[in-house]
DNA sequence: CGACGCCTTGATAAATGTCAAACGTCGTGG
DNA sequence: CCACGACGTTTGACATTTATCAAGGCGTCG
């Protein structure tokens, strides 16, 4: 049950009902939604091995769409339900996708009471640690996904990685491509929360 | 095990073991975290009825503290693990805490796009409902708190309180008691998110 | 080579924060 | 019961941060 998305395709849409679970192969997906005056919400991003699709409710809440092409194995919930009734450790546990969206929306929530060199900073580390510590770490998404995502404008986010730059923090070794030099000074930034 | 907390007391602290839940039999909670800077974190408020104290981890990541006089029933985690063996149905379901507590990130997550009137008609109205549509709605907690919950300052909270007022949105029956006169009004604000 | 899309930079505007003072309310003590 | 004082809230003037609008650069792909 491998399906392949190109960038921008939807792979499942707001208000749909939750039929299934998504595991990212390869490839990146943005949780979102289109406000009514043309504001966007980014709930979160999903990295290769991440698996989303699960919001607590029966519907979604947000549609999602791939970042870039990728590919992505789709799970369907009755089959899980089945799996997981053959003993506890059988599969996915519901639990642990709560507990994980949890903590991505917490994540977010921090932005509430960050500044915007706060908010990118946060989001330079988490998107490191998700690659592993390789350098460069590289940024499948638009510079407007990750305004949309940390609550700013592009211009502002672009300002910041020029300021981070000029001080020193990091590297810009392409548009998205961004190698961290003081994590140090970042995690201090981030520290506040 | 029914246990009496002053206002401000601290029920639990920041990074200490989590070995109970909490219920809330009469008062209101808000757990948060003063940052390096004097910031303070406001993750949610608890009111009658609500549970609190699960985060996802083995340590509490916030600290807890009453904001007025309440009573919480404390709950052992070791009885609830016990209480679930016997059934499914048994006393809390850790996936249900888990999913309220999701949903409760996912609001405060949705402040980061929104402006300041949003956040406000937001809070006014999750408040609102949480106390079963009677009017007027207490709040319990400071403006200080509201802000801090906000991710504004209190004075632009008290601004937009005002601004409401002068509109004819709500009316402020006392400081700490709000009737809501256009709820259609502040549902099309809190509507684009 | 040219056109398009995305990103960066700059100038200005709007929203929100900061600082300061006045106001109200509530509890306390005379 | 009234006066006073402390604290939380509101209001006002001003500063700062971030958004908006507009232009320019830069790489990509036809």
Redesign the pocket.
């Known amino acids: 049950v491998l399906i392949d998305f190109a960038s921008n395709a939807e792979i499942y849409s707001f208000e749909q009902p939750v039929t299934h679970l998504y595991e990212i192969v390869s490839g990146a997906v943005r949780t979102c939604k289109v406000l009514d005056d043309g504001r966007r919400y980014i709930g979160a991003f999903y990295l290769r091995g991440d698996i989303f699709g699960y919001e607590g409710g029966t519907r979604h809440t947000l549609s999602s769409e791939a970042i870039c092409a990728s590919t992505i194995r789709k799970i369907r919930l009755k089959s899980l339900a089945a799996s997981a009734s053959r003993g506890p450790d059988a599969g996915l546990d519901a639990l642990t996708l709560a507990a994980d969206e949890m903590r991505r929306a917490q994540i977010q929530s921090s932005f509430v009471v960050k ?3 706060e908010r990118v900073a946060t989001f330079l580390l988490h998107m490191s640690r998700h690659s592993a510590g390789q350098t460069p770490v590289q940024l499948p998404m ?3 996904d990750i305004a949309d995502y940390l ?9 910041v ?2 300021q981070f730059e000029e001080s020193g923090l990091i590297l ?1 070794a392409s ?1 998205r491509h961004i190698v961290i030099r003081d994590r140090k000074a970042l995690d201090c930034m981030n520290a506040s929360a």
Chains 1, 2 share one sequence.
């Open positions: 500044t915007a060199t638009s510079r407007q609550g700013l404008t592009i211009e502002t986010v672009s300002r990685f020029t810009r548009l």
